[in-house]
């Protein structure tokens, strides 16, 4: 499943990044003030999420060591069109060395593909993202697609190596109620607004749903 993972930012200038993001959230009141705190697993770290223009930041805190462990943003995708910007998102994030390996991203993507969204893949990874990736593919339905003319274009499996080098392609994780609605959507350009609810392939906003 291997894409183009080339992406390595050191330790130290995440630390840096992440001292200055906390300083600001704490000196602008939005950690504790602007956010909703999410349940978690992860002892003495509280997960804390804020959505802005449509766009989800999840910050994760040491409580008792008064930092940030990392964090997740869930970015809107450009690329695509109104129909699937309510549904897409791409995951962006940077967690200190000392919070690696704990499971901590793990949860993070799990909250937001329980809450139905797709994630799809950035033009590049980093091997960290690239092994949580892998991680998650076990446990949701992972696809290939390509990003053209603001749709999303089903490709066959297996990918190719050549088109699975292109920059168009990316892999989207299913959310929560449409990991077995694959066969129904593989139509190219992919349209989700026909007849979604009538085919129950949208998750209801009762459920919890931000879609």
Not at 49 to 74: K, M, N, P, Q, S
Not at 147 to 176: C, Y
Request: proline fraction near 3%.
């Amino acid at each position: 499943m291997e894409l183009r993972v080339d992406v390595q930012w050191s330790a130290a200038s995440v630390d840096d990044e992440l001292k200055s993001l906390h300083a600001r959230l704490e000196r602008t009141g939005l950690l504790k003030g602007g956010t909703s705190t999410i349940s978690t697993q992860l002892p003495g770290l509280v997960l804390r999420h804020r959505e802005a223009d449509g766009e989800h930041y999840i910050y994760v805190e040491d409580v008792d060591r008064g930092c940030l462990a990392g964090y997740t943003v869930f970015n809107r995708l450009i690329e695509v069109n109104r129909s699937l910007d309510r549904l897409v998102r791409a995951p962006h994030s940077k967690y200190a060395v000392g919070y690696q390996r704990r499971g901590i991203a793990t949860a993070v993507y799990e909250w937001a593909l329980s809450q139905g969204f797709w994630l799809v893949s950035g033009a590049r990874q980093s091997h960290s993202a690239h092994a949580l990736w892998a991680s998650l593919a076990r446990r949701h339905r992972l696809e290939y697609v390509e990003l053209r003319n603001k749709e999303l274009h089903w490709l066959a499996s297996p990918v190719d190596p050549k088109t699975r080098d292109r920059l168009q392609t990316r892999m989207v994780l299913l959310g929560k109620g449409w990991e077995t609605k694959v066969e129904t959507l593989a139509r190219s350009p992919l349209d989700v607004t026909a007849d979604r609810r009538a085919a129950g392939l949208l998750p209801s906003r009762a459920e919890g749903s931000p879609i």
